[in-house]
């Protein structure tokens, strides 16, 4: 099974801040690969899909990018409603979809 | 509006059983692949089953691949999840999820429920 992996697990940062997540399959993925965000208490929310498409509604803010094995989202200016935890997730393999671990973002 | 309402979540004691429902409204629930996605309190999503459009193409995690069924009834907009032999390590949230792209499996989930809690105990 893919396995991905997620860094870092907690990230600190203020608002104004660019903010990166990487993301990591241990076999290659190509470009398929989504981007989810998650509040307390709230489903997920999808940002973005095949490595580096906007979901619609998403803000511009938030962008991805990467194939193969080696992915990352960033956010070019955190907003206070940033504040959450995101995950990746893989899609290539049709038998076992993956998440990574989860990378909470906090108020520094 | 497109939504997703689950239901059918509660308490139940190691070894018992439980079915989940997925009420689809707002879109053309015959032509997406659908998922159900569980998070245990605290901890990270973890993918669990998905099925395709036409319920022909099903797939399970390891975790639960021989205990859990999904189905669907695209006549009545329902996805299912027919959970036996539950186990504390069941017990979390349970998400279903669409697939992005209509008739695509795999593909991100563009769509989600509000989840429903499952708690597995004694």
């Known amino acids: 099974d893919i396995q991905m992996t997620q860094s870092p697990s907690t990230l600190s940062a203020s608002v104004g801040d660019r903010v990166t997540i990487t993301c990591r399959a241990s076999q290659s993925i190509s470009s398929w690969l989504a981007w989810y965000q998650q509040k307390p208490g709230k489903a997920p929310k999808l940002l973005i899909y095949?490595?580096?498409s906007l979901e619609s509604g998403v803000p511009s803010r938030f962008s991805g990018s990467g194939s193969g094995t080696e992915f990352t989202l960033t956010i070019s200016s955190l907003q206070p409603d940033d504040f959450a935890t995101y995950y990746c997730?893989?899609?290539?393999?049709?038998?076992?979809?993956?998440f990574g671990g989860g990378t909470k973002v906090e108020i520094k | 509006e497109v939504q997703l309402v689950e239901s059918g979540g509660g308490l139940v004691k190691p070894g018992g059983s439980l079915r989940l429902s997925c009420a689809a409204s707002g879109f053309t629930f015959s032509s997406y692949s659908m998922n159900w996605v569980r998070q245990a309190p605290g901890k990270g999503l973890e993918w669990v089953s998905s099925i395709s459009s036409s319920s022909s193409y099903i797939y399970y995690a390891d975790s639960v691949k021989g205990r859990f069924t999904i189905s669907r009834d695209n006549a009545k907009n329902s996805l299912y999840l027919q959970m036996n032999s539950l186990r504390a390590e069941d017990t979390a949230v349970y998400y279903c999820?669409?697939?992005?792209?209509?008739?695509?499996?795999?593909?991100?989930?563009?769509?989600w429920g509000q989840g429903t809690m499952v708690t597995v105990s004694s």
């Open positions: 095949k490595a580096s």
């Open positions: 999820a669409r697939a992005r792209i209509v008739g695509a499996l795999p593909a991100a989930f563009d769509i």
């Open positions: 997730q893989q899609y290539n393999s049709y038998s076992v979809l993956t």
